[in-house]
């Protein structure tokens, strides 16, 4: 089948610039709604945006609905400003959104965590950067792949940061030490190469001696956890011992200066009692020492028993004494 196409031409002039002003009033319409469309731009929540003119940066914008010049004139581009990323060194978590990440290459994995102690021994360290996007200008415009370059330096950094110490330092105590001086010596790099970045936080992962030293290397550590146990019984008992000691001494110096004290006392009592008697004693002697003859031979000689007193002279004086009545009522 055919079709017949018809073209109906305008009988007239007047017919023609009624047409021609039909067209015009329709590419007003489309330039307006054209233009409008390619004004109106919306700049989501934690975000900012970045404002070109001509290829020229022009501003940057907070977050909401804003204009710019339309048919390409301005360009914006969105970044994430509010939004926490981070990268991996040493292994990788799949799902992630961020393309630089982690390495996808597992022999690039290992060598990023493959590293030497200051004291020539060998680790692996695993580690994570979080970081945001501080000035958007800077990120977009300033370094060529900024998060690449954050990558170099994070590595370069943490490599020196481990150099500098050793091995038992990198496993087990100076962790946080190593965490905080990264920190710090990325973020002064990140500044001075202008990438538009700040570090949120450096943590170190696993950090492991190399896999055929491994068993050994538990080994040494299982003997200094032993060790320190050890070492803490014996101060628990010291902490126990000592102390009980220093109380039962304290308790004996106590008793041995009460005690002491206690003979001053008696002492300067009896100095007392006894300066009291001489002065009743100086006031009249032969009385004095009368009383006290009695008074003492009164409490002697209920004490001496049975006692016969007789002339040194007397003779056959055995009858008198009884002393078969004396056996008898024994």
């Excluded at 990268?87 to 992630?96: C, V």
């Excluded at 001696?209 to 538990?218: A, G, I, L």
């Excluded at 300067?268 to 300066?275: I, K, L, M, S, T």
């Excluded at 008074?295 to 016969?308: C, F, Q, W, Y």
Aim: charged share 25%.
């Amino acid at each position: 089948m055919s079709e017949n196409i018809e073209f109906n031409l305008p009988n007239n002039f007047r017919e023609l610039k009624a047409r021609a002003r039909s067209f015009i009033w329709i590419g007003v319409v489309a330039f307006l709604l054209v233009a409008g469309f390619t004004m109106v731009y919306t700049v989501e929540a934690q975000s900012q945006g970045v404002v070109l003119r001509f290829g020229k940066y022009v501003s940057t914008v907070d977050p909401g609905l804003r204009i710019k010049m339309p048919f390409g004139i301005d360009r914006v581009y969105i970044v994430q400003v509010k939004r926490q990323l981070k990268q991996e060194f040493g292994f990788g978590t799949r799902g992630g959104s961020n393309p630089t990440q982690f390495n996808t290459s597992q022999t690039e994995r290992n060598f990023e965590r493959s590293m030497v102690t200051g004291d020539l021994n060998a680790a692996t360290v695993e580690w994570i950067v979080q970081y945001r996007v501080r000035d958007p200008q800077l990120f977009l415009f300033k370094v060529r792949e900024p998060e690449d370059t954050l990558r170099d330096i994070s590595e370069s950094v943490m490599r020196t940061v481990v150099g500098d110490r050793t091995v038992d330092e990198v496993i087990t105590i100076g962790r946080q030490e190593i965490e905080g001086e990264a920190l710090l010596s990325m973020q002064e790099l990140v500044d001075k190469y202008e990438l538009g970045l700040s570090i949120d936080q450096v943590q170190l992962k696993d950090v492991n001696p190399p896999q055929p030293v491994q068993p050994s290397f538990n080994e040494v550590n299982q003997a200094q956890q032993e060790r320190e146990r050890l070492i803490n019984v014996a101060n628990g008992e010291y902490n126990k011992v000592v102390p009980r000691a220093r109380g039962e001494a304290e308790q004996k110096i106590q008793a041995a200066e009460g005690y002491a004290l206690k003979r001053v006392n008696e002492a300067e009592g009896d100095v007392a009692r006894f300066n009291a008697v001489l002065k009743e004693y100086i006031k009249a002697p032969e009385v004095t020492k009368r009383r006290l003859y009695l008074e003492t031979m009164n409490e002697v000689l209920p004490k001496m028993g049975k006692k016969i007193i007789i002339d040194a002279e007397a003779q056959q004086i055995l009858p008198l004494l009884q002393l078969n009545q004396e056996t008898l009522s024994r």
